[in-house]
């Protein structure tokens, strides 16, 4: 089956403690991106990747890293999380540059940070 | 950069009547492509239907589709029938041709259908 997957579903943590969110696709895309989802905003891009080895900043990257080592995984990673970082994370995936091809979303990572 | 609004908050409407959602987008592109995505209470993105900005006919899937306009800049779903599992918050979103496949969001409409 077709699909995005992320991990953890839920995550409640403190201030300042490390943390990783894992996201997986297995249709061979190579456009991936991170979306934060906050009440009354919609959904707001963080980082995105285009291929392999290559990311690039979104509308929200602040206190967010990402790697892409390989072309199905694109972890997103809070070195020092805030409480502002508390939200719902949506990673995505897409066939292609350009042809509009619908993205293909995880289903979402609660995050709370105390 | 583009804009994305969804000026309806909320709606509620009867099982089985016509409701239809509004979304007005900025660009100064030509070609692009437009979105509306589900999301149920189960929180899941769920891809309702896609238009090509190129593309005069309007998009139809089933018991959706849009009404797109693309000199008011203006793209509306209309949910006939409308079911129970209609029940979601519903976002309105936006893709260049060019550069990075971001989607740009509206705030979104929280729909319920009333039984």
């Known amino acids: 089956e077709a699909q995005v997957t992320q991990n953890p579903r839920y995550l409640i943590t403190v201030t300042g403690k490390k943390l990783t969110v894992t996201c997986s696709q297995n249709m061979n895309h190579e456009y991936m991106s991170w979306y934060r989802q906050d009440p009354g905003l919609g959904l707001r891009q963080i980082y995105y990747?285009?291929?392999?080895?290559?990311?690039d900043k979104g509308d929200v990257p602040e206190g967010y890293k990402v790697s892409r080592k390989e072309k199905r995984n694109f972890p997103l990673i809070l070195e020092s999380p805030s409480p502002n970082q508390t939200s719902l994370y949506f990673c995505?995936?897409?066939?292609?540059?350009?042809?509009?091809?619908?993205?293909?979303f995880g289903d979402g990572t609660r995050l709370s940070i105390l | 950069a583009q804009t994305v609004t969804q000026s309806q908050p909320e709606m509620s409407v009867q099982e089985a009547e016509t409701v239809t959602l509004s979304c007005t987008y900025d660009?100064?592109?030509?070609?692009?492509?437009l979105f509306w995505y589900k999301q149920p209470p189960s929180r899941q993105m769920i891809l309702v239907i896609r238009?090509?900005?190129?593309?005069?006919q309007n998009a139809t899937e089933n018991r959706f589709s849009v009404n797109f306009q693309k000199a008011a800049k203006s793209f509306s779903l209309k949910i006939s029938d409308s079911q129970l599992g209609d029940t979601a918050m519903y976002f309105c979103a936006f893709s260049s041709n060019f550069g990075n496949e971001k989607l740009t969001f509206g705030t979104g409409t929280r729909l319920t259908i009333i039984p």
């Open positions: 238009q090509e900005a190129y593309k005069q």
């Open positions: 660009t100064s592109e030509n070609n692009y492509y």
């Open positions: 995505a995936s897409s066939l292609s540059r350009g042809t509009g091809q619908p993205q293909h």
């Open positions: 990747s285009m291929n392999v080895e290559v990311t």
